[in-house]
């Protein structure tokens, strides 16, 4: 239902192109990734199962991990348009977030954005 994600984020070696950021990015094993110039780092996205092998890349290319984290995006995706099932769904996403042992709630309806706002 959904998928494992890791984005990692590392600190770009000085000097690089944007041609031998491509070849990195081949190189670690993915070809999604997000540049960012201003503060020259690079974001691999992968499956969670790749992680070993891009982060022994990422050493064997001297470069600095700053952050790595998890997302879960679903396969299939859900709408929802039964007005009281919206209103439950926003109060229990809402109290949710209002948690603070909760980080992160992942879920597959694709009108969330109505949803919390009708709520």
């Not at 201003?38 to 092998?53: P, S």
Request: aromatic share 6%; proline share 1%; with cysteine.
């Amino acid at each position: 239902m959904f998928s494992n994600l890791r984005d990692i984020q590392c600190q770009l070696p000085a000097n690089i192109t944007e041609e031998e950021v491509e070849e990195l990015a081949l190189q670690c094993g993915t070809e999604e990734y997000m540049t960012d110039w201003v503060n020259n780092c690079i974001t691999f996205t992968i499956d969670a199962e790749d992680e070993k092998e891009l982060l022994n890349e990422v050493k064997e290319n001297n470069m600095l991990l700053i952050s790595s984290g998890t997302r879960f995006v679903s396969h299939e995706t859900a709408s929802i348009s039964d007005s009281e099932t919206k209103r439950r769904i926003g109060l229990f996403m809402k109290s949710l977030d209002m948690m603070q042992e909760v980080e992160n709630v992942h879920h597959n309806v694709e009108n969330m954005d109505e949803i919390l706002e009708a709520s």
